[in-house]
């Protein structure tokens, strides 16, 4: 029954075999199988201690040479043993580990122990590397806490506690005060303590007072006056080279930009002297001489002045020599326009509407004598029909009703039958 690395075993001797062979039960033979079975689970054995943890219970012997002993004991070491077991005692320095009854190994802490790495009654599990035993997750004893700068506390035995010391000091990160004043402005002092500069009233600036001196607050006037000096009317205004102050000019200068890259500059005024009184010119009313003055247009506005001289549309129309709008008279040679053929409306019909050339011989040989008007009269109404409102149609036959300008010229009244005689 060779024993085989995946866990399995081959039978040296088939006994059933042997039976029907003929072969009767031999010493030897038998032997040789049993060895084999026994060989077979001593590898088994061997190769359960190498991967598992064994437990050793407790140590005995000293407290640099702990001794344990595990079931089934194992005949030789193998890398990758693991043991567990409680130490007997605190050890001081370097130690070792026997496990039964084969040789003592050393103890290792990634590195050789310096003392501690034991305490009694408290588990420490080991492996071995081939060489040496190694404290697995390795294990270290504090033997004393002892507070370093900023803390407080420590000690060498029980529940330990650290706390930072109060205040904390600038060397160690923190202000070095307890408590700061509500809204202040904290100052460095170098390694010393910081301290609190108190909230300054409303409307101050913060001052600095020197390297070597703490900044205060204060008012921004006498600021003013140390950067721009204190001369009443000076104006601040940015220079080539910075802020600077520009001095007050003369009495009733003008200040004046100089353009982009130039300082201000102050100029004299067009015109000098002190307004003693205010007269009304022509067309105006009010005037003084102190206090506050005033201006008004005398009302009416007189014709010479531009206006009408009139507080009415009437009056301001007579006043400007127009027509009245109701029965106007004119005068000189107004112009209307021509009504067109047929028009019966109420619109002025012009001269040439009126007035035939071909009829008005022979109405001034009817009319010879008579006044004007009333020939003009006679041949509107006779030979052109404007006795009515009922509007003409037929035209003159004889003279294809034409003005002497070549106008038409519209026909006569059907209804009194009144027509061109000519």
Do not use: K
């Amino acid at each position: 029954m060779p024993w085989e690395p995946d866990g399995t075993f081959q039978r040296v001797y088939s006994w059933e075999a042997d039976a029907n062979n003929g072969l009767l039960i031999d010493a030897t033979r038998m032997d040789t199988d049993t060895d084999d079975i026994v060989n077979g689970l001593a590898q088994l054995r061997q190769q359960a201690q190498s991967g598992s943890m064994q437990w050793g219970g407790a140590a005995v012997g000293t407290a640099s040479a702990p001794s344990i002993t595990v079931a089934p004991a194992p005949t030789a070491l193998a890398a990758g043993n693991r043991y567990l077991f409680l130490p007997g005692a605190a050890n001081t320095g370097p130690a070792t580990l026997q496990v039964n009854t084969l040789a003592a190994v050393p103890l290792r802490n990634r590195g050789p122990l310096v003392g501690g790495e034991l305490q009694p009654g408290v588990a420490v599990s080991v492996v071995y590397d081939g060489a040496n035993f190694q404290i697995e997750g390795g294990v270290s004893h504090i033997t004393a806490l002892n507070p370093g700068a900023g803390l407080t506390g420590g000690g060498v035995a029980g529940p330990l506690t650290l706390g930072l010391v109060i205040p904390v000091a600038v060397s160690s990160g923190g202000l070095g005060v307890t408590g700061l004043a509500a809204h202040g402005l904290v100052v460095g002092q170098g390694t010393a303590p910081v301290t609190t500069v108190a909230p300054g009233a409303a409307n101050t600036v913060l001052i600095a007072s020197g390297p070597i001196a703490d900044p205060s607050f204060g008012a921004l006037s006498p600021l003013l006056d140390t950067l721009f000096g204190n001369t009443q009317g000076t104006i601040a205004f940015r220079g080539a080279s910075g802020w600077a102050g520009f001095a007050p000019g003369p009495v009733g200068a003008l200040l004046q930009t100089q353009g982009p890259g130039a300082n201000l500059g102050w100029s004299t005024a067009a015109g000098t002297g002190t307004i003693s009184g205010v007269s009304p010119g022509r067309g105006l009313t009010g005037g003084g001489t102190s206090g506050s003055v005033t201006l008004a247009l005398a009302v009416p506005v007189a014709i010479t002045d531009g206006g009408t001289n009139a507080g009415d549309a009437v009056t301001a129309l007579a006043n400007l020599g127009g027509a009245p709008l109701a029965s106007p008279v004119f005068t000189g040679a107004p112009q209307a326009p021509t009504p067109s053929i047929g028009d019966n409306s109420r619109s002025c019909p012009s001269e040439r509407y009126l007035t035939c050339a071909a009829c008005l011989p022979r109405l001034h040989r009817r009319t010879q004598g008579a006044d004007p008007d009333r020939r003009r009269q006679q041949h509107e109404h006779r030979d052109h029909g404007l006795c009515c409102g009922r509007g003409v149609s037929a035209a003159c036959r004889r003279h294809a009703n034409r003005a002497a300008d070549g106008a038409a010229l519209p026909g006569h009244c059907r209804r009194h039958r009144i027509g061109c005689r000519i």
